[in-house]
């Protein structure tokens, strides 16, 4: 397919394909339906690399022609029905529904590196670790506790694609999921500002050439005391200046990091 013909009648937000679509903007449906929405051309052509992962894609006439994929729904709407089905103040032009990706806890693959976000409610922060944890080479993310939905519309976004290059795992509970990577051989490092140990003095004594879990808490109040306790280690970063403390992403970004450069020079 060459692309979409240019006399094709343009859907418009009182379709009922674009309505449909629009319902996934709700936890609940895309719960029910396990689909969600990809924006922009970015995750569109990830999602497309993964085999079978997108039912239809809506598109403005003349946006992104290249990526027309024989035998996939691809509907022409007017702006709009896409400003109906997206988030953002001006629109990309494109965008796809998608099935959801997650998988079980005991699907992941073999990794030496993975990163936990626990009760982590930013679609923000949450999308930017699992895109730090996809750049450090990590071999998945796992949502557990009362996270964001990994499909939420600012997570996608904020994950640049890399919601698409690794496992997600969405475990409801914390105390289990790390109790089961320390089971299956994981040093989990709880990254916490009170932690009784140093990010660099780990780094020295070669503890973070191990298999890692990262174990990170909520933006605002951190990791409940009971959680962070069953952890192998609490780690801090050091603060070298005046700044009261990292925020969550940069935090996870440092941690994730720092395990990737002391794997990859064994």
């Given at each position: ?12 937000s009182k379709s009922n ?117 996809d750049a450090a080479g ?129």
């Amino acid at each position: 397919m060459a692309g979409v013909p240019a006399d094709v009648p343009l859907l418009t937000s009182k379709s009922n394909r674009v309505r449909a679509a629009r319902k996934l903007a709700r936890r609940a449906f895309r719960a029910e339906q396990r689909l969600f929405l990809a924006e922009g051309p970015q995750a569109v052509r990830e999602a497309l690399a993964i085999p079978g992962v997108v039912r239809e894609i809506f598109a403005t006439p003349g946006m992104y022609p290249e990526l027309v994929t024989d035998g996939l729904s691809w509907h022409l709407v007017d702006e709009q029905a896409l400003a109906s089905l997206t988030e953002t103040v001006q629109p990309q032009g494109i965008v796809a529904v998608c099935e959801f990706l997650d998988v079980a806890r005991e699907e992941l693959p073999s990794a030496d590196l993975l990163a936990i976000c626990a009760d982590v409610r930013d679609p923000g922060n949450a999308g930017t670790v699992i895109r730090c944890a996809d750049a450090a080479g990590a071999g998945g993310v796992i949502l557990t506790g009362n996270c964001v939905d990994p499909y939420n519309g600012k997570v996608v976004r904020a994950s640049a694609g890399s919601l698409f290059h690794l496992p997600i795992v969405v475990e409801p509970d914390p105390a289990g999921t790390v109790a089961a990577l320390q089971a299956d051989g994981y040093a989990v490092l709880a990254a916490d500002g009170a932690g009784e140990l140093d990010l660099d003095d780990v780094t020295d004594e070669g503890l973070l050439s191990r298999r890692t879990a990262w174990l990170f808490g909520n933006e605002a109040w951190g990791l409940p005391t009971e959680l962070a306790a069953l952890a192998d280690h609490r780690v801090r970063i050091p603060i070298h200046g005046k700044a009261e403390s990292l925020n969550l992403a940069t935090a996870a970004a440092v941690c994730l990091y720092a395990s990737a450069r002391a794997q990859h020079r064994t």
